[in-house]
């Protein structure tokens, strides 16, 4: 059912901040709107004000640096990831989970900061981020904060977003410059589908870790391993790390077994 709503498309972070504090609830920000415009078609949510962020020019693009590391913008979109020069050295497995997000119609819209916000369990991006020990960084007009990504998620959907903040960019650390790593999706066809578990890891020196999605109400990144940790401890790790469920994907027990052999594939990869 369509229904009226107003769009506003801010020019500067300012003029955006401005906006969250005087709509609060009653607003939606979009920056692809691949989740957001999907759900508003299908009543699912209805705003008073959709934000648009795509044009403010306060917001730093896609860079890396070794003092800041690797800087991810809210307009940045997979595709600008997929074809970043610097990312596919230093930060590989973010363009392995990138490409398995959707189509590439989807990709040119759609943004890595706005597929963390969606906070989807299956989130593709998440589980690379995690691995690399992602920071978001929040801002609002009274102030600004850093949030672990491990600490982002608060649930389905849930953030730890309040009702006036924005993500100004996710961050991740130059010391996991150079890691390498796989990510591998199950999904009930071949071609795009959201994920009936996901499994990243991330192996940087003396460090792995591993992230896994679709098993639990947010994505999941565990404990710290040495890097010559066996296929079966890690298993077991993430099996006591996990809660997933019976839905009309998959079973439960499915997801369980899909974990430990994407885990022994990745390690022997690894």
Do not use: W
């Not at 709503?5 to 969250?20: C, G, I, R």
């Not at 973010?94 to 040119?108: C, D």
């Not at 809660?243 to 594939?265: A, G, N, W």
């Amino acid at each position: 059912m369509l229904y009226e709503f107003q769009y506003v498309a801010p020019k500067t972070k300012s003029e955006l901040l401005a906006l969250l504090d005087r709509h609060g609830d009653s607003c939606k920000i979009m920056a692809g709107g691949t989740d957001l415009l999907v759900d508003i078609r299908a009543g699912l949510r209805k705003p008073q004000v959709l934000i648009d962020i795509k044009k403010v020019s306060d917001f730093k693009p896609l860079s890396f640096s070794e003092k800041e590391g690797l800087l991810i913008g809210p307009a940045t979109t997979c595709a600008d990831v997929i074809r970043d020069k610097t990312v596919s050295r230093e930060f590989p497995i973010l363009i392995q989970a990138a490409k398995q997000l959707a189509s590439t119609q989807v990709r040119n819209r759609a943004t890595i900061v706005g597929n963390i916000c969606n906070a989807s369990p299956c989130a593709d991006t998440a589980l690379p981020l995690l691995c690399l020990d992602a920071s978001v960084h929040i801002v609002s007009k009274s102030g600004s904060r850093i949030v672990k990504l491990k600490d982002f998620f608060t649930g389905v959907k849930k953030t730890a977003l309040r009702k006036d903040e924005v993500v100004e960019k996710i961050t991740v650390p130059s010391s996991m410059a150079g890691g390498r790593g796989g990510f591998m999706k199950l999904k009930r066809i071949k071609g795009h589908d959201l994920s009936l578990v996901s499994v990243c890891l991330v192996k940087k020196g003396s460090l792995l870790r591993v992230a896994i999605g679709s098993a639990s109400p947010t994505p999941v990144v565990l404990k710290d391993f040495p890097a010559q940790v066996t296929a079966d401890n890690v298993a077991d790790e993430a099996l006591r790390s996990v809660k997933p469920i019976d839905d009309i994907r998959c079973s439960k027990d499915y997801r369980l077994f899909m974990i430990k052999t994407y885990i022994e594939r990745l390690i022997e990869e690894c």
